[in-house]
Nanobody
Framework: QEPLVESGGGSVQAGGSLKLSCAAA????????MGWFRQISGKERERVAT????????FYTKSVEGRFTISRDNAENLFHLHMDALKPEDTAMYYC???????????????WGQGTQVTVSS
């Protein structure tokens, strides 16, 4: 079993919504902070949203606060990123991750998903 398998993404017009999902191996899902990084073309990867294993704490980069929501589905070992009010600047490759610390950086990521493209047109 792959550690993390992403689904979702695609193309949408500005103001629209998309949902990303990531299925995790159970041992990873229960142990790590889960979340998403994204890489905008020509820029470094940045942490977008993470959720604590308990599900009680969530963390967002400032540019997506109020628009993106991360959640966990403990029955299915899934986690989701609901993206609303999308902007062209959200266009990026999105990677689901399992990481040691919810507010850590790339060095704290233990597992990466395969990536899924999100494109927002104006």
């Amino acid at each position: 079993q792959e550690p993390l398998v992403e689904s979702g993404g695609g193309s949408v017009q500005a103001g629209g919504s998309l949902k990303l999902s990531c299925a995790a191996a159970e041992s990873i899902y229960k142990r790590y902070c889960m979340g998403w990084f994204r890489q905008i073309s020509g820029k470094e990867r940045e942490r977008v949203a993470t959720i604590h294993p308990s599900g009680t704490s969530t963390f967002y980069t400032k540019s997506v606060e109020g628009r993106f929501t991360i959640s966990r589905d403990n029955a299915e070992n899934l986690f989701h990123l609901h993206m609303d009010a999308l902007k062209p600047e959200d266009t990026a490759m999105y990677y689901c991750v399992a990481m040691r610390y919810c507010t850590g950086g790339i060095g704290d990521v233990r597992y990466w998903g395969q990536g899924t493209q999100v494109t927002v047109s104006s």
